[in-house]
T-cell receptor, first 112, second 115 residues
Framework: EPEVTQTPSHQVTQMGQEVILRCVPI?????FYWYRQILGQKVEFLVS????????KSEIFDDQFSVERPDGSNFTLKIRSTKLEDSAMYFC??????????FGPGTRLTVL | GESVGLHLPTLSVQEGDNSIINCAYS??????FIWYKQESGKGPQFIID?????DKRQGQRVTVLLNKTVKHLSLQIAATQPGDSAVYFC??????????????FGQGTILTVHP
């Protein structure tokens, strides 16, 4: 069964450093998303991406965040200058548009 | 403000019992709802979905009920098993009911199944 994959599973970084979280969505999917989940809280929408551009973003997704689909398979989330409050689980999701959104296993980001 | 929320944060049941997890939503324009299961250290896993033109949908051991009058959603799990222990989230999509809109999640209910 096809699945969304994410790397790394855990990323530890110093405050102010840049991080790139990577995702490989399901191959025939067209819509891509990043969500985050702070420990013990609900999952929050960050950004959606379709046809090589952002289709919607939340207020969390400020100028420090960017997304890219550099090739036909990868979808990345970059945080330019990490803050302590960026520590969370980051989930990538994808959908064909007629099916539900499928989530990856997540990347745990720890900012020290 | 608009939100999706859950009535109970925790639910403990005995193996074999039926479980009911509830969710309230406030946006009457929401027209697509999904239940996700999240096990520790994993991403949300799709369980079942329902559109607003339906009031009930059944899957394998799971049933989702939608009451649009009171804006309430429930997930029923029949013959609950220890492997069902997880956090359960309801989520809604408001973008015209398409599955590619952003998901808005509720807080989650922790289901614990005792053998």
């Amino acid at each position: 069964e096809p699945e969304v994959t994410q790397t790394p599973s855990h990323q530890v970084t110093q405050m102010g450093q840049e991080v790139i979280l990577r995702c490989v969505p399901i191959s025939n999917h067209l819509y891509f998303y990043w969500y985050r989940q702070i420990l013990g809280q609900k999952v929050e929408f960050l950004v959606s991406f379709y046809n090589n551009e952002i289709s919607e973003k939340s207020e969390i997704f400020d100028d420090q965040f960017s997304v890219e689909r550099p090739d036909g398979s990868n979808f990345t989330l970059k945080i330019r200058s990490t803050k302590l409050e960026d520590s969370a689980m980051y989930f990538c999701a994808s959908t064909s548009g007629v099916d539900t959104q499928y989530f990856g296993p997540g990347t745990r980001l720890t900012v020290l | 403000g608009e939100s999706v929320g859950l009535h109970l944060p925790t639910l403990s049941v005995q193996e074999g019992d039926n479980s009911i997890i509830n969710c309230a939503y406030s946006n009457s324009a929401s027209d697509y709802f999904i239940w996700y299961k999240q096990e520790s250290g994993k991403g949300p896993q799709f369980i079942i979905d329902i559109r607003s033109n339906m009031d009930k949908r059944q899957g394998q051991r799971v049933t989702v009920l939608l009451n649009k009058t009171v804006k309430h959603l429930s997930l029923q799990i029949a013959a609950t098993q220890p492997g069902d222990s997880a956090v359960y989230f309801c989520a809604e999509i408001r973008a015209g009911g398409t599955s590619y809109g952003k998901l808005t999640f509720g807080q989650g209910t922790i289901l614990t199944v005792h053998p």
